[in-house]
């Protein structure tokens, strides 16, 4: 175990080594909760004589089958038993290992007996689909065996629409037999979460060129680019969320690579498809070519005073709430200061929206090519209607850095680490800081919060863990060999972490003591 001040950051703005953004699930990635108050008082008692109650996000399940645990994306367990430490040289603590790519933005997915993660064809399974191609892949949960890949080409347009390598870099949504994800392609795809394994070609679309038992069965698709006319800014990467019969999808409709044009002005900024039959059911511009950038957040879902709501954070850098069923605006906030300038202090938003207690959680920041900067992090009071920049600020937090994280709320605090390595705890209610502390390398993920611990990787491979509460303590820090840009996720047990190019199932007392 090393500590962080032998360690070697990463932050200087400009320096990164990393290719592009991304926004991965981590963007992707966090939290939500809020479901029924009576499973959390289930839950709390599970939690049995813990002196910390925690809230769990997670529906108990043991799954982790979307990006965030739960449509609120709060990335917070309330599983016990996880492991808090592990080596990669002497296996302890290390269930299984598997191979992807050289770069995984995608953050991994748990259900249905498998785990999914999005990265590239570096690690060629299949020679008849060879080259730079985005790829899903799937493993079987208990040993973590390759069972099947979906792949795509790269686009023509190439970097443009879809940088070089940077793979599929949506964090899957699982739901019963399917799954959903978003290609490089900026494809919404659903597949069968059992490939032709299960003996059967599911459909409406059974023509699928690749069928053998490696293969993915397709359900249905969706092509952005084709469909609403989206323009994907160097990556497609939205994580979709599930409610009743619809899911969303953000379009990552941007600018062309000379940052001026916005090639496709009248392009929705966020979808709504029929999760059974693909089929387009409301999409909202209200950004209209007024993009920043790109538009990479990704959509949250939660019941705020009674009404369902799709959040969404989008180009403009605003955070816009919908009524999920129709997609009528309810309410849209600023998360920039008016006499902000972009790219110097005015952000986007890449980091996902938490929705908590009817309040939503987010923090802006730009594309890690930018570096570092100044950021924002504010709580919203998502019961309010029309603009409410002003009405809705709870509270505006803003000794944050520019933050491509997502946050993760338990027990009055809320946790969210900034790309300068910063990770922050504020009370909740107040927005005031608790305590900070300095990972000493850019972050591109997000806290999981479980068990009275906050587990957090960073750019140097290293994941600290700390004890979670008002009092800052850290637990341990083991390094994963290559960065890591995902977030742990955890299920039945196990915690599941990918790094640039490997799969990692870590649970107590597997591999070699
Ligand atoms: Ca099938
Ligand atoms: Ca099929």
Same mark, same amino acid.
């Given at each position: 175990?090393?500590?962080?001040?032998?360690?070697?950051?990463t932050r200087k !703005?400009?320096?990164?080594?990393?290719t592009?953004?991304?926004?991965?699930?981590? #963007?992707?990635?966090?939290?939500?909760w809020?479901?029924?108050?009576?499973?959390?008082?289930?839950?709390?008692v599970i939690a049995g004589?813990?002196?910390?109650?925690?809230?769990?996000?997670? &529906?108990?399940?043991?799954d #982790? &089958?979307?990006?965030?645990?739960?449509?609120d994306?709060?990335?917070?367990s309330?599983?016990?038993?996880l &492991?808090?430490?592990?080596?990669?040289?002497?296996?302890k $603590?290390?269930k /299984?290992?598997?191979?992807l790519?050289?770069?995984?933005?995608?953050n !991994?997915v748990?259900g249905?007996?498998?785990?999914?993660?999005?990265?590239n064809?570096?690690?060629?399974?299949?020679?008849k689909?060879?080259?730079?191609r985005?790829?899903l892949?799937?493993?079987r949960?208990?040993?973590?065996?390759?069972?099947?890949?979906q792949?795509?080409?790269?686009?023509?347009s190439?970097?443009?629409?879809?940088?070089p390598?940077?793979?599929?870099?949506?964090?899957?949504?699982i739901e019963?037999?399917?799954?959903?994800?978003?290609?490089?392609?900026?494809?919404? /795809?659903?597949l069968?979460?059992?490939?032709?394994?299960?003996?059967?070609?599911?459909?409406?679309v059974?023509?699928?060129?690749?069928?053998?038992q490696?293969?993915?069965?397709?359900?249905?698709s969706?092509?952005?680019?084709?469909?609403?006319?989206?323009?994907?800014?160097?990556?497609s990467?939205?994580?979709?969320?599930?409610?009743?019969?619809?899911?969303?999808?953000?379009t990552?409709?941007?600018q062309?690579?000379?940052h001026?044009?916005?090639?496709? !002005?009248?392009?929705?900024?966020?979808?709504a498809?029929?999760? $059974?039959?693909?089929?387009?059911?409301?999409? +909202?511009?209200?950004v209209?070519?007024?993009?920043?950038?790109?538009? #990479?957040?990704?959509?949250?879902?939660?019941?705020?005073?009674?009404?369902?709501q799709?959040?969404?954070?989008?180009?403009?850098? /605003?955070?816009?709430?919908?009524?999920a069923?129709?997609g009528?605006?309810?309410?849209?906030?600023?998360?920039?200061?008016? +006499?902000?300038?972009w790219?110097?202090?005015?952000?986007e938003v890449?980091?996902?929206p938490v929705i908590?207690?009817?309040?939503?959680f987010?923090?802006?920041?730009?594309? &890690?090519?930018?570096?570092?900067?100044?950021?924002h992090l504010?709580?919203i009071?998502?019961?309010r209607?029309?603009?409410?920049?002003?009405?809705g600020?709870?509270?505006?937090f803003?000794?944050?850095?520019?933050?491509?994280s997502?946050?993760?709320?338990? +027990?009055?605090?809320?946790?969210? !680490?900034?790309f300068?390595?910063?990770?922050?705890?504020?009370?909740?209610?107040?927005?005031?800081?608790? #305590?900070?502390?300095?990972?000493f390398?850019?972050?591109?993920?997000s806290?999981?919060?479980v068990?009275?611990?906050?587990y957090?990787?960073?750019?140097?491979?290293?994941? *600290?863990?700390?004890?979670?509460?008002? *009092?800052k303590?850290?637990?341990?820090?083991?390094n994963?060999?290559?960065?890591?840009?995902a977030?742990p996720?955890?299920?039945?047990?196990?915690?599941?972490l990918?790094?640039?190019?490997q799969?990692f199932?870590?649970?107590?007392?597997?591999?070699?003591?």
């Amino acid at each position: 175990m090393q500590t962080g001040s032998q360690k070697t950051g990463t932050r200087k !703005p400009g320096a990164t080594k990393l290719t592009k953004l991304t926004m991965r699930s981590l #963007w992707s990635l966090c939290a939500l909760w809020f479901k029924s108050s009576s499973l959390a008082v289930a839950l709390i008692v599970i939690a049995g004589a813990s002196t910390v109650r925690l809230r769990g996000s997670d &529906p108990g399940t043991g799954d #982790w &089958p979307m990006w965030g645990g739960t449509p609120d994306r709060n990335m917070v367990s309330a599983m016990k038993g996880l &492991p808090t430490e592990w080596d990669l040289k002497t296996k302890k $603590n290390i269930k /299984w290992m598997a191979e992807l790519g050289s770069q995984s933005y995608g953050n !991994p997915v748990v259900g249905g007996g498998m785990v999914f993660v999005g990265t590239n064809n570096e690690r060629m399974r299949d020679p008849k689909q060879g080259g730079d191609r985005g790829v899903l892949m799937a493993f079987r949960e208990s040993d973590g065996e390759f069972m099947w890949q979906q792949t795509h080409e790269k686009l023509a347009s190439g970097r443009a629409n879809d940088w070089p390598y940077q793979g599929v870099a949506s964090s899957p949504l699982i739901e019963g037999t399917h799954i959903y994800y978003t290609s490089n392609r900026g494809v919404v /795809w659903c597949l069968d979460v059992n490939g032709f394994r299960d003996g059967k070609n599911d459909g409406p679309v059974t023509d699928e060129k690749l069928t053998g038992q490696f293969d993915a069965d397709v359900i249905w698709s969706f092509d952005m680019m084709e469909e609403v006319g989206s323009y994907p800014h160097n990556m497609s990467n939205s994580s979709p969320v599930v409610f009743g019969d619809l899911i969303y999808v953000s379009t990552s409709n941007g600018q062309d690579e000379s940052h001026v044009n916005i090639p496709s !002005p009248k392009a929705p900024a966020i979808i709504a498809l029929n999760k $059974n039959t693909g089929k387009l059911v409301w999409e +909202d511009n209200s950004v209209e070519d007024r993009i920043l950038h790109g538009q #990479w957040s990704t959509p949250s879902v939660g019941k705020i005073a009674g009404v369902d709501q799709v959040v969404s954070a989008q180009g403009d850098g /605003w955070v816009r709430g919908y009524e999920a069923l129709t997609g009528k605006k309810l309410w849209e906030f600023d998360t920039n200061p008016k +006499d902000s300038v972009w790219p110097k202090t005015r952000n986007e938003v890449i980091g996902t929206p938490v929705i908590y207690e009817d309040k939503v959680f987010i923090a802006n920041g730009q594309d &890690p090519e930018h570096g570092e900067g100044v950021g924002h992090l504010y709580a919203i009071d998502a019961t309010r209607r029309g603009d409410i920049t002003q009405s809705g600020r709870v509270w505006h937090f803003d000794k944050i850095r520019r933050s491509i994280s997502t946050a993760a709320i338990a +027990d009055g605090l809320l946790y969210i !680490p900034d790309f300068s390595g910063f990770l922050h705890c504020l009370d909740v209610k107040t927005g005031q800081e608790v #305590w900070t502390h300095d990972m000493f390398a850019a972050v591109w993920g997000s806290a999981l919060v479980v068990d009275g611990k906050v587990y957090l990787g960073d750019e140097d491979g290293d994941v *600290t863990i700390l004890q979670a509460g008002r *009092t800052k303590k850290v637990i341990a820090e083991m390094n994963m060999g290559s960065a890591v840009y995902a977030t742990p996720v955890p299920a039945h047990g196990a915690l599941f972490l990918n790094n640039r190019n490997q799969l990692f199932a870590l649970a107590a007392n597997a591999g070699t003591k």
